[in-house]
């Protein structure tokens, strides 16, 4: 009787691979997209029917003279596939980017990640039809073969997302599943001769292979000589890009913070305006922070005397904030974890509190809604005042109106500050909500002729003075109420999203991101 224990590794293996390959699919196009919902969606998509079409195929090849040799080619081919993503994702996504987001997103997971898919699916009927003695068995087989495949997914699941990617960086992930698929398929090309000595010792091949893909040298295949740090958080992909005189924070491929090299000023038009509500404010105070970014809002208010706590959920982020933008570790208490937990642990009243936590493709929605502002507004001040800053399309976007009627059911006045020009043009919103009046004396925004001879100086007086004068209560009628229960900002957020990374695109060149 044939040992079919071999049978079983193999299809652990490929089980285990392609759950590997739908979550680091999000890391293979998350810095040119964005991590968002129509993402995952699309990686679901094509990994679900990569899968039935490999179903299909897979059962009927097996009813044709199954053999080992046939089922160690299939494994092969994924594996040399896969490991050509690698070199194939920047080609991919230069010829998709014409077809929108939703599009682009689709087309580049299908091309890179549907043939791969496909061939794993189609292990499992041909294991099934390889490892049945007989009709009165084939239940149990399949039972038993699906089960060992479903079990290697659930383990690839955690381990991919737990610690593979934020430990090995996704190249060599890629890298290391591609050598497991092939070690596996020689597993199964040795099977086939039926020698259980071979076989015995082709076991280790996997184990040896993939801890020599795993230690490639490929994690900077493609990388531009700009990119100053690069690291796979359990959160997102960070990137710090110096470009020209600038240096940029880059999350998940959005913008966070930009920043001249040589000072740390920011060079970000909306952290410029940011500084505006310390004026509703007699003296410094008590400050809060949700989402620390590059550090430079928080590091505005330090140097004007406020006590600043920041919330930061990844470490990475605040690490970096303080090796590449000058955060300085005494400056601001960094918390790290979920802006909404630290809300609902902390007991401590704020005058000011500052959300800064929302990318172009990702609107964090647990913290934009009803429930989340009735939070912020219990942890301040009874003169409090709150600061959001969101990127729209335009100064009246959909997402402006709404948060700007969600706040208006915990705070009396909301105020919106816009920053770009024309007012149909993409950019920043600062919306300013408050039980209090929210006045001030343009004259404390400074004098922009007396700032001329200081270029950083007479920056930051020309955008505030610009928000300010140009300041507006959003028209909130017939928009919905953004509750925890009902909430769409993802879907607004994906014209945002592709709109802004456009931009950046034609600008620095698209091939900065596309890695």
């Known amino acids: 009787m044939r040992n079919h224990f071999p049978l079983y590794v193999i299809v652990f293996v490929s089980g285990a691979v392609v759950l590997a390959i739908e979550i680091v699919g999000t890391r293979v196009l998350g810095p ?80 890179l990640f549907f043939p791969p898919l496909t061939l794993l699916g189609m292990v499992s009927p041909y294991a099934i039809r390889l490892r049945a003695e007989n009709l009165g068995e084939v239940g149990k087989t399949a039972g038993n073969i699906y089960a060992v495949s479903t079990v290697a997914s659930v383990v690839a699941a955690l381990g991919t997302g737990f610690f593979l990617i934020p430990y090995m960086g996704v190249n060599r992930l890629i890298a290391m599943c591609a050598a497991a698929l092939i070690a596996v398929a020689l597993v199964a090309f040795r099977s086939e001769r039926e020698r259980p000595a071979a076989v015995a010792v082709s076991l280790l091949i996997p184990a040896v292979l993939a801890s020599l893909g795993a230690a490639a040298p490929i994690e900077r295949v493609g990388y531009s000589d700009a990119l100053a740090f690069h690291a796979q958080s359990p959160y997102a992909d960070i990137r710090v890009l110096d470009w020209e005189d600038r240096r940029m924070l880059l999350i998940d491929g959005g913008t966070h913070t930009i920043v001249d090299r040589l000072t740390f000023n920011t060079v970000f038009s909306y952290a410029m305006v940011m500084d505006i509500p310390a004026h509703f404010f007699d003296a410094p105070g008590d400050m809060l922070l949700i989402g620390l970014g590059g550090g430079t809002v928080a590091r505005d208010y330090y140097r004007r005397g406020w006590r600043v706590d920041a919330v930061e959920i990844d470490r990475v982020v605040a690490k970096v904030a303080q090796d590449y933008f000058g955060t300085e570790p005494d400056s601001v ?20 509190v500052v959300m800064d936590a929302f990318g172009s493709s990702s609107i964090p929605f647990h913290l934009v809604t009803r429930e989340a502002f009735g939070l912020v507004k219990s942890r301040m001040a009874d003169d409090g005042v709150l600061a959001i800053n969101i990127e729209t399309r335009e100064w009246n976007d959909i997402l402006t109106r709404s948060l700007a009627a969600t706040l208006h059911t915990q705070f009396r006045r909301v105020v919106a500050l816009p920053i770009a020009e024309p007012p149909n043009t993409l950019g920043n919103v600062v919306l300013l909500a408050s039980n209090r009046d ?78």
């Open 32 to 111: 040119f997209y964005g991590v968002s919902l129509f993402l995952w969606s699309a990686l679901i998509t094509v990994t679900l029917a990569a899968l039935s079409v490999g179903y299909a195929i897979g059962g009927r090849w097996a009813d044709r003279n199954p053999r080992y040799s046939r089922l160690g080619l299939v494994l092969a081919v994924a594996g040399v596939w896969l490991l050509l993503t690698i070199w194939l994702k920047r080609p991919v996504l230069k010829a998709v980017e014409p077809l929108g987001l939703r599009g682009a997103v689709l087309a580049a997971s299908m091309l």
């Open 333 to 352: 208490a960094i918390h790290i974890m979920d802006g909404r937990e630290f809300l609902i642990g902390s007991d401590r009243k704020f005058d000011l």
């Open 438 to 515: 929210l006045l001030l004396d343009e004259e404390v925004l400074g004098d922009p002729r007396s700032a001329l001879p200081y270029p950083y100086l007479h920056s930051r007086v020309v955008e505030r003075r610009h928000a300010w004068a140009n300041q507006f209560e959003p028209n909130i009628a017939g928009v919905p109420v953004l509750t925890d229960d009902r909430n769409p900002v993802d879907l607004w957020a994906e014209a945002i999203n592709w709109t802004a990374r456009r931009n950046m695109h034609d600008e620095t060149g698209w091939d900065r991101f596309a890695w």
